[in-house]
């Protein structure tokens, strides 16, 4: 994400504040908090910056060293892959529970790693009284750094201490925010399974649990486009959103939350449908929240070696008729098998293509004059000139005599010749009339 800036990683037994230190030291809500251990599962990169030092801060699930199979071995494995990234690492500890075993396997591992580790003891909530923090000597890690996640406590002393460990690097060019592709769907889909067959690697958690992605994960990829061309894009995976998601609490609700800037931030969203189950009530909801925020959409769907071809089809036909606002393209794909998988990317630029598109304006005024000279439009209006107001999405002007006169049924007829002219599936098309006048 941040090409050139080292790296800091926090680690720790679940539970103990990882996650509100983030957000602490990035200064706003990044990471999901929660009281129950487990939130945070994905590793989550964000940019920081203290005294000057730039640098990529990694969040982490809790650490279970002793786990060997199921969900705890997952996000355990996901903490393994940060602290090999890490150019320092911060174990953090919960002063409430003192040194427990889990916090001493985890400084054996660390120690073994040969990293740099700051040792840090939260929930010393007293700044008058940190004689707690003394026992955690016995991790042999070095003295142990007081703080308050919660209240702030401390956290600059520990920053302090973590910058002067940072390796001497070239600081990185400014770069625009790249184009974000978000992954979207339900709980169980298969999205994080498709994030990680995309990138090649395990980059998310992926259990047969539903919901196991809790937060955004973001990653950059790069893509092939016609003629030898490349484009770096925002991969984000996220939480799945169940149908009552606005009603839900705690975790699912924040989960939706991030989903839904997600959504917004990208410019392209991939709706994963469960090919088995079909378009459900809850694919249409996530479409609409695409559709509000005026993004382009398209449809994954997944599993396709579970069904014949005859309902791929169907699921297909569905699509269109119960999103004709957008018409959004659709792929099949299995994850699972990677079947498919190759077209995931290039279908996304190309609805990204379809989003920022620019038309001529001489070229789209002679297309709309042959489109309204083969179907004239009715009660005696004339469309004088069209011309592209507005890109992501894209909007159009056409002046006319009698706007007002001009029926829905007319318009679409001109908002289908042009998005099936110019390939603009999955964008809402905007056309505005006004009087030429």
Known sequence: MSEGLPVVAVVGAPNVGKSSLVNRILGRRRAVVA???GTTRDRGYARAEWAGREFLLVDTGGMEPAARMGLEALVTLQARVAVEEADV???????????????????????????????????????????????FYALGEGEPHPVSALHGIGVGDLLDEVVSRLPETTPPVEEDLLPGIAIIGRPNVGKSTLLNRLLGQERAVVSEAAGTTTDVVESEVEVELDGGLRERFALLDTAGVGRRAHRARG???????????????????????????????????????????????????NKRDLVPASRLRELEEQAAVRLPDLKPPVLAISALTGSGVEKVLPFAAGLHRAFTAKIPTHELAEYVNRLTADNTPPRGVKIRYATQTGTAPPRFTLFATRPGDLPENYLRYLENALRERYELYGVTLKLKLKSSR
């Open 251 to 301: 975790v699912p609700y924040y989960s939706a939350l991030r989903t839904g800037g997600a959504i917004r931030r990208a410019a392209v969203s991939l709706l994963v449908v469960d090919a088995v189950e079909g378009l459900v009530a809850g694919d249409l909801q996530l479409a609409r929240q695409v559709e509000e925020a005026g993004r382009s959409l398209g449809v994954l769907l």
């Open 35 to 37: 009281e129950e251990p």
């Open 89 to 135: 690492i911060v174990h953090l500890t919960d002063a409430r529970t003192g040194p427990t075993e889990a916090d001493a396997a985890i400084a054996r591992e660390l120690l073994r790693s040969g990293a740099e580790v700051v040792l840090a003891v939260n929930k010393l909530d007293d700044p008058s009284d940190d004689t707690e923090r003394y026992r």
